[in-house]
């Protein structure tokens, strides 16, 4: 790249940077550059921290709610079938306990992000809740 300097009678001259000068034009958009795909991967990966959050959330949810309809004695299909309209698609249910208490277990796999950070394994989310029985 070519800058203009100028001579005493103030003409205008192109002169090349010589081996010592060289520009600094277009450092900062080779930077960004660089720079993107790691935001992108950071981006997406708090992201699917999020959904991960989410989905524990879910199960947490999940898990109460059938230990609370099996502890007032609903039938059993209508209780898991209120807990799976709130867990993660998939999730399975273990149903255990004694005359005085139901425990529910639920477990729910959440796929990676996959794209950029495939590399990731999917996560198992569990949670597990405890209620009493109701009298009756």
């Not at 450092?27 to 524990?56: C, G, H, N, R, Y």
């Not at 999940?62 to 709130?86: I, K, M, N, Q, S």
């Not at 005359?99 to 996959?114: L, R």
Request: glycine content about 10%.
């Amino acid at each position: 790249m070519q800058r203009p300097t100028r001579t005493e009678s103030g003409a205008c001259l192109l002169r090349a940077p010589g081996p010592g000068r060289r520009t600094e034009r277009g450092a900062a958009t080779a930077e960004a550059v660089m720079v993107m795909p790691v935001l992108a991967a950071l981006t997406i990966a708090l992201v699917w921290l999020l959904a991960l959050a989410a989905a524990q959330t879910r199960t947490v949810d999940a898990a109460r709610e059938v230990a609370r309809a099996l502890a007032r004695d609903e039938p059993r299909a209508t209780a898991l079938e209120l807990g799976r309209r709130v867990a993660p698609a998939g999730a399975d249910f273990a149903v255990g306990g004694g005359s005085s208490d139901v425990t529910v277990e639920v477990s729910a796999a959440v796929g990676g992000p996959g794209g950029l950070l495939a590399f990731l394994p999917d996560v198992t989310v569990r949670a597990e809740a405890v209620a009493a029985r109701e009298q009756q």
